[in-house]
């Protein structure tokens, strides 16, 4: 069962704090936190009739990219996004032409913020 794990936060600083609920994961006992020997972390936590439960959450996930064509239609920029939350696959990138070549204006919007500079 896959559970999202939507952007919760963004601090001033840029860093980002995502979150989701297990709805199936019934405890009264703290679950435990850990990495695993498959190269993800694992959450173990015991159920309500000492049922064994453990959850897997994926680290390798890849960063959304956008490619930004010049004139003729070529590659010229990838950007790259900071982090892997879903949101970011939902960014909008607008390049606008500046007072000349040399200069630009880019505009992101999306995943709850707004950024804009030359």
Not at 1 to 8: H, I, T
Not at 86 to 99: F, N, T, W
Request: aromatic share 12%; net charge negative.
């Amino acid at each position: 069962m896959a559970v999202s794990m939507p952007l919760v936060h963004t601090d001033p600083f840029g860093l980002s704090l995502t979150g989701g609920v297990l709805g199936f994961a019934w405890t009264t006992d703290r679950p435990l936190l850990f990495d695993s020997a498959i190269g993800k972390l694992a959450l173990y936590f015991r159920g309500t009739d000492d049922q064994f439960f453990v959850y897997y959450y994926n680290t390798s996930m890849q960063r959304a990219q956008y490619n930004l064509l010049d004139q003729r239609g070529n590659r010229s920029v990838v950007c790259i996004a900071r982090s892997t939350e879903p949101e970011m696959d939902q960014l909008i990138i607008q390049v606008q032409a500046g007072s000349d070549e040399e200069i630009c204006t880019v505009k992101i919007t999306g995943a709850g913020m707004e950024e804009s500079w030359q």
